[in-house]
């Protein structure tokens, strides 16, 4: 991956090109379980996370790839966490066991929490894991891939840090879903953007 260290040296895409990635970038989770993604393309996608703006440059981001068996031991420690919080074990519950096992990776990005950061810089360094997240969508969607950002218990439950890897004091930004299509989903259209000029 050295080729990510520093930006290539190729013609940038168009403006057009560029606008095409961005709208045609999807939360689709019409993905096929059975379909691995090649390890260095998730490699790849995560590297790119590393080229968001990024305050101070303190690199807040932390990845977790989950993939095979490991998916369902993610469900399962997220089902025991709403579990634990008043969540009655029942069929909804089992549902959040076998979520993840709809797509070949889970990718799970996290901000690591600087033990000595300040409120800003905590604040700052999850807009840039954000940021980060987002290039690894568009660069998903480059690749053909699709793909759903997921929150929710999973991102929140302390036995699923542990299972990343991650710090008990990090954030879970995102459960990414990623894998390869088997069909497209609606578009939500966007409002036209509402801007204040001042000159
Ligand atoms: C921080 C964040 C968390 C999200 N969490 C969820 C989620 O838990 N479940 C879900 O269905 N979509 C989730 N989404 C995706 C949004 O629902 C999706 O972006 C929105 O519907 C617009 O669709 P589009 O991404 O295809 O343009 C999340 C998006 C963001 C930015």
């Not at 990510?4 to 379980?33: K, M, V, W, Y």
């Not at 901000?111 to 980060?132: F, N, T, Y």
């Not at 660069?139 to 991102?155: N, Q």
Request: aromatic residues 6%; proline residues 8%.
């Amino acid at each position: 991956m050295s080729e990510l260290s520093s930006p290539l040296p190729l013609p940038l895409p168009s403006l057009a090109a560029t606008t095409a990635l961005i709208q045609a970038r999807r939360t689709n989770l019409r993905i096929d379980p059975d379909r691995d993604v090649d390890p260095a393309l998730l490699t790849q996608l995560c590297a790119l996370a590393a080229w968001a703006p990024n305050h101070h440059l303190t690199e807040p981001w932390r990845f977790a790839v989950i993939t095979g068996e490991a998916r369902a031991e993610l469900g399962r420690r997220t089902a025991n966490y709403v579990i634990a919080r008043g969540m009655p074990d029942d069929e909804r519950t089992a549902k959040v066991g076998v979520k993840y096992l709809r797509a070949p990776a889970m990718v799970m990005v996290g901000c690591a929490s600087l033990a000595d950061a300040s409120e800003s810089v905590r604040v700052e360094d999850r807009d840039a894991v954000a940021s980060g997240i987002q290039n690894m969508l568009l660069a998903a969607t480059a690749a053909g891939l699709c793909s759903f950002w997921g929150t929710g218990p999973v991102t929140d439950a302390p036995e699923v840090k542990a299972l990343c890897g991650f710090a008990l004091a990090d954030i879970i930004v995102a459960a990414l879903y990623i894998g390869w299509p088997l069909g497209d989903v609606p578009v939500p259209q966007r409002q036209a953007a509402v801007i204040h000029w001042v000159s």
